[in-house]
């Protein structure tokens, strides 16, 4: 399978610990997103990476969220002192490209859930 | 206002059925503009890309009206599979950071 994939497809945890999810992307791709998505609304951007380089965060990112891709790769996105509002799917996407605006193919996503 | 703004719906059509659904967006720069789908606790998938000129995929069409800014996604000929979240996405000019419209629900019955 080829396509952008994530772990773990599911996360519970209590108030207050720590998680780490991983987004392995299409591995052609340059650039690579991670969305925070809620029932009933779209996908919101929080971070955007081209190759290892984390280009642009979302100005509603808190400081408890923190993302990496070290070698342009895989990408992991960690949330700290987690909350119950922090509750959603986390989805990641991929990209080709250096200049213009592509098609995103998105992984199946994380799906976090915060006692 | 909202960045990109649609009805959340649902539409409810029957088989058979045209279907339209319009997406506003608030930034006159943006320049490119995207129909994605998603079903059910899936995730979203491009449907079609929008272009100035329209485009056109066998039962769906998609236009995009620069001067009201909004663009639109017609559906002919409804499917049952047809059922899902419709998105719209837009990219300001020289933005590669895509703003999602919440999107709209669609549902076909027989």
């Known amino acids: 399978d080829t396509g952008v994939s994530q772990d773990p497809r599911h996360k519970i945890t209590k108030r207050g610990q720590n998680v780490t999810f991983r987004c392995d992307p299409i591995?052609?791709?340059?650039?690579l997103y991670w969305y925070r998505q809620t029932l009933g609304q779209g996908p919101e951007f929080l971070t955007y990476f081209q190759n290892e380089a984390q280009l642009e965060k979302s100005r509603l990112l808190s400081d408890r969220f923190s993302a990496e891709r070290p070698k342009g790769s895989f990408s992991t996105l960690e949330i700290q002192r987690t909350e119950q509002g922090d509750s959603a799917m986390y989805l990641c996407?991929?990209?080709?490209?250096?200049?213009?605006?592509?098609?995103?193919?998105f992984g199946p996503g994380t799906r976090l859930t915060v006692l | 206002r909202k960045e990109v703004e649609q009805d959340p719906g649902p539409f409810n059509v029957p088989e058979g059925a045209t279907v339209a659904f319009n997406c506003t967006y608030s930034?006159?720069?943006?320049?490119?503009f995207f129909w994605y789908r998603q079903d059910c606790r899936k995730e979203p998938k491009l449907l079609m890309s929008?272009?100035?000129s329209g485009n056109e995929d066998g039962r769906f069409t998609a236009q995009l009206n620069r001067a009201s800014q909004y663009i639109s996604l017609l559906i002919r000929d409804s499917k049952l599979s047809d059922s899902a979240t419709y998105l719209c996405?837009?990219?300001?000019?020289?933005?590669?950071?895509?703003?999602f419209g919440r999107g709209t629900s669609l549902i076909v019955h027989p």
């Open positions: 591995s052609e791709h340059n650039r």
């Open positions: 929008v272009y100035s």
């Open positions: 996405v837009v990219n300001a000019g020289g933005s590669y950071i895509p703003t």
């Open positions: 930034n006159s720069a943006s320049q490119s």
């Open positions: 996407a991929s990209s080709r490209g250096r200049t213009g605006v592509y098609e995103q193919f």
